[in-house]
């Protein structure tokens, strides 16, 4: 399996940038690309960043240099509420494609969404036991979820117009699968940060004019 070089705060290491400004939508024009030499599963490692429940949370987004179309979702992601507390914490769910939210708790619940970036409201609607509501994000990016009569209860969601999204693991890996050949943006946000790595995959670089020379002599 080949591996993508995004190391967290190794950033000098590996030649990434970061930004300490909010995270823009994947795919944001200007970003580095890596080449999946291909079709098959991708993964790699992020370091330093992922705390496992409760702490800090990797997300890993692997977005098309040029423009693709992709299948519709397979499954409708979902995200409920039991015990005062909305599971999961965090959901990574497609751009355009339907989202649904569920109460089955034992009392009235609310679910107010905005927009991480801009504070847009995404929606703010009151779901009651056993209800539901479907919704479709518009816009890519992180969203942060609420209750107004459970001010408690919080969570966040990703969405991407791409289909290769992941959460590492407790210890920093991740995986794609399916991935087609191409130009692709890695990107990992974590800890309110944006990371980038250019990386070509699958091609061997050529060695310099004069280096064969001075190997023989």
């Known amino acids: 399996m080949k591996r993508l070089a995004l190391i967290g705060w190794l950033v000098a290491i590996f030649a990434c940038s970061r930004s300490d400004s909010p995270p823009p939508p994947a795919g944001a024009p ?22 496992g ?13 040029s423009a693709r179309t992709f299948p519709p979702q397979d499954e409708k992601p979902v995200m409920d509420q039991v015990g005062l507390t909305f599971g999961p914490e965090l959901l990574l769910v497609r751009t355009n ?16 969404v905005t927009h991480e970036e801009t504070r847009e ?24 979820v609420g ?34 050949p191409g130009a692709w943006t890695a990107t990992v946000y974590t800890g309110g940060r ?3 790595k250019e990386r070509r995959a699958g091609r061997r670089q050529e060695p310099r004019r004069g280096d064969a020379r001075r190997r023989a002599s």
């Open 30 to 51: 200007g970003a580095p690309p890596v080449s999946v030499a291909a079709t098959g599963a991708q993964g790699g490692r992020v370091v330093g960043t992922v705390k």
């Open 121 to 144: 409201a995404a929606f703010n609607v009151a779901i009651p036991t056993g209800g539901s509501y479907n919704h479709t994000f518009e816009r890519d990016g992180f969203y942060r």
């Open 147 to 180: 209750c107004d009569i459970h001010p408690a209860m919080a969570a966040s969601i990703f969405s991407a117009s791409t289909p290769f999204t992941a959460l590492a693991e407790n210890d920093g890996t991740f995986t794609f699968t399916g991935v087609p």
């Open 194 to 196: 944006r990371l980038q």
């Open 53 to 65: 429940a409760g702490g800090a949370t990797a997300v890993v987004a692997l977005v098309p240099k």
């Open 97 to 112: 494609q339907t989202v649904e939210f569920r109460n089955n708790d034992d009392t009235l619940h609310n679910v107010h």
